[in-house]
Structure formats: structure tokens, C-alpha cells
């Protein structure tokens, strides 16, 4: 029997679910987006120095290698067209629904299938993998008078290009990832900037170099030196960073990075002093990048650390007075905790899958809930990363689902048991409690109760393990 599979979402995810379905000969499928193209998070994400602090050998998929990457870390722009290849390459395209939103999915009992609809109309599918990300709902704050602002105002992730920003007071809200890649670009053509810091991040250098003609062409005639290079960065990764987030070895040689790249960068003391976070690296996502601080020296720029008490038609009210502004970017972040909540999920018994999670989302190795039969989460709760590539843990999750298909087709619709739940439950909860995300900090990593349901505790080789084969005795079959 030959599954047919709805997939939602055409980013890194929802590719290379459909290449291992495609390179399985499994044709009936659909991809569903939402969006006019592929990519997710890298078609929206156009801001101005927008890219990725993983490097680029390791953010790609590990069979579908790309050895012409021109930086040591990738720009959006390359990343995409990376994105858009594979899609070409591997022939999806016939099979992706653009501008097609899926609003809901039920398990119909009788039929053991799901009934996913969309904007454009109801299917009947018997599996669904959801690919929609973690980052994918910007998240616009809740401060008072936001629509009485005269000049434009956007979202990091909505950048909005036919505003041009030179020459004008820019105001930046947020501090984050993303705003730290942007700064910089802002600040140049800009006549003022003000970012609004409400809590330091920790900043480690970013080592970006472009790859010259000899190294691109070294990579493309010698495969193993790419593997050789990829497998390098891996394991720093794995075996450096991973311990720094674990109260491990390198933590303290973490902070002292960042501590050293603070004071190299930034010689004025009082400035030093409202960037130094007082809480341990890492808790937060740490920001990997060698040109914000230099932006937060400049003269035009201020790093604004007054409360924000409301937004006025001239700017930005703080508690020490108005900072006048001509434009507003948002750079705050993602709705993040409720995972793929947006659309209405009902399972066996018309469980809410909204309803089950709002204590906080979960599921057994972040793919699959109980009550919710033949239902796939890539980059699910708790399998997000502080430390390595997000594209590896897809790939183990991808993986998963492949292994699952053969068990589905011979007996029927298959939901994992709320046993395995639960010691899956209590295993991450075991993991998570060395874990320097549950230091007093607040960050996206958490829901509102304070539990970590983004990321992932251990290392991605244990996750590559613990994922590599279905264990059927943790489901409950329907045949
Ligand atoms: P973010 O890290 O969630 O940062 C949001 C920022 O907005 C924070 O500084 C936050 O302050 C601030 N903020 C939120 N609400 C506010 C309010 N009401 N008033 C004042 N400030 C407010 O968002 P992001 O920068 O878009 O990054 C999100 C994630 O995307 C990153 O953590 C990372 O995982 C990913 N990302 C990755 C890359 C990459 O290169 N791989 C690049 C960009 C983004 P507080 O800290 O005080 O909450």
C-alpha cells in the first residue's frame, strides 16, 4: 500500500520529507504551503544581512551536499536558492500546492484517514506530516498606542523593502538574532538609530570569510574534503557548544568568549556594562555575530535600556521621555509555544490537539502524540537546537517517519501509546534539569508556564540514535 501523505509547510522540512518519499517511489503525496514559494523561514526572513550563524557545509542536507557554497556562513539569499534547487532538482514542484493554507485536520475513525482542509477545499489523506517550524508566526509585542504610529511600522520577518530607511530615524524593538544581523545594515544608511535593549544577549564572534575560487573548486573536485569539512564542524559543534549548554566544560570557556568579545568590541565602559548580561550564556540563544556590537558604537546609534511605556504618533515613549522616530521595525521574535496550534488539529475521540498541549506541547521523540494516529511533527516540541544544525535533527525526524510508513501500511493507522509518553515525558524532563535554559531567564525556549518545550536536551547523536528505528511496541496499531 503506497500512503498518501499531506504535507504542510515547504521549508527545509517539508523538502526533504518529500525527496525521501520521491527517492522511496512514493509519489502520492502533496506538499501544502502557505506562501507564493518555497523555503519557509528563508523566504521570509529578507532583511537587510539576513543569514545563518550555522555554517554553511553543515546547514544543508547531508545527501544533498552543496560545494559551492560562497561563505563560510550562509546568506539568505544563497540558502534559499539552495532550497529552491533541491525542490527542482528532485522534481516537487508538480506537487506543492503554493498559497494553499491548511486550516485543518481531522482523523476521521471510520475511515482511519485524515480529512485535511485547506483554503482550497477538503482531501482525504492517511498520513500527515506537519512541517510548519517552530519560527514561523511573527510575534508583533503588546505595547499600547502601536497603531497610532504615523510613519511606517514592520516585523523583522515581514521586512518591508519599499521603505527606504536612509537618511531617516530608524527605532529597532528587540535585540535578538535577527535585529543583530540587521543592525548593522540600518545603522549605515540611517541618520539615527535607537535599539531598544530590554535584556543584553550574550555575542560570540561569527568567523565569516567568503570561500575563494580555490576552496570552492577544492570542495567540488574532492568530495571527501567537504565531507572531511562538514564532519569537522559537526563535531565542534556536538562536542564544544553542547557541553557549554550542559553546565559542562566549556561553559565558563563560553562566557569568557563572550565576555572578550564584549571587551574587545566595545571600549566604553558604561555602554559594556548595559550589554553584559547578568544571567549564564546560553540560557538565552546566544548571538553569533561579529558586526552588532561595532553598529551599537557608532554615534548615530543608542542603545535605548528606558522601559518602553507606549508608542506615540511621533515615536517611541520610554520612561525617560519620547526618542523620536520616522520608522519602527519590530524585531521580536516568534510566536513559538504553540507549535502548529494555529491550525485546528483533531484527533481519535475529537481530541484538540490545541487542548492536549496547553499545559505546554509534547510528543514522544518530538514526532508523534497520543490520540493522534498517523500524525508526524518535524521539528516538533522539544527538538530544537542552541548548538548545532537544525537540518540534522530533520533529517533523523524524516528518517523516523520513513520507518514508520512500512509498520502503517501493514496494520493500519498507528499512535503512540500514552506509556511511551509518559517515560518519554520523564526522561527529558531528567535531561532538561542540567540544562542552563532553566536558569532565571526568559526566552523563547519556554512556554508561559516556564516549561522548555522548544528544545532539545542532549546531543544530536543520541537524537540521531534514539530515532534511527520505530519501535512498534511503543504504538498501538489499528490492525
Ligand atoms: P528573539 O530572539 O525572540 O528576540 C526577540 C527580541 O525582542 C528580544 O530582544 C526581546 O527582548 C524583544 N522583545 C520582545 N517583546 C518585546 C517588548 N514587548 N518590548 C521590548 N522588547 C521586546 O527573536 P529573533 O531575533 O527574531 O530570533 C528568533 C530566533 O530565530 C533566534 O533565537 C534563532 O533561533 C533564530 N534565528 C536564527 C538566525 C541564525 O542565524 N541561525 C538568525 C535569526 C534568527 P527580551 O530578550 O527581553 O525578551
Known sequence: MRPNVAIIGAGFGGLCMAIQLEKAGIRSYTIFEKGADVGGTWR???????GCDIPSHLYSFS??????????????????????????????????????TVVAATFDESLGRWRVRTTAGDEL????????GQLNRPQLPDIPGMSSFDGPAFHSARWDHSVGLAGRRVAVIGNGSSAAQFIPKVAE???????FQRTPNWVIPKPDSAFGPGARTAFRRVPFLQRAYREWVYRYAEHTLHPALAGGWSSDLLRRRALGHLREQVPDPLLRARLTPDYPVGCKRVVIDSGFYPALTRPDVDVVTDRITRIVPGGVETSAGLREADVIVYATGFETSEFLTSIQVTGRGG?????EWKDGAEAYLGIVVPRFPNLFLLYGPNTNLGHNSIVFM????????????????ARGPMEVRPEAMATWRRSLDRAMEGMVWQAGCTSWYKNAAGRVTANWPGTTSTYRRITRTPRPEAFRFAR
Open 44 to 50: 521570509d526572513n529578507t532583511y537587510p544581512g539576513a
Open 63 to 100: 545527501f544533498e551536499r552543496y560545494s559551492s557554497w560562497t561563505r563560510r556562513y550562509p546568506g539568505q539569499p544563497e540558502i534559499l536558492r539552495y532550497l529552491e534547487g533541491c525542490a527542482d532538482k528532485y522534481g516537487l514542484r508538480p506537487r506543492i500546492r503554493l498559497n494553499t
Open 125 to 132: 489523506f492517511d498520513v500527515v506530516v506537519s512541517a510548519v
Open 189 to 195: 544608511v540611517a541618520d539615527h538609530l535607537d535599539v
Open 351 to 355: 481530541r484538540h490537539l490545541a487542548e
Open 394 to 409: 530533520i533529517e533523523c525526524q524524516v528518517r523516523y517517519v520513513m520507518g514508520c510508513l512500512p509498520h502503517l501500511a
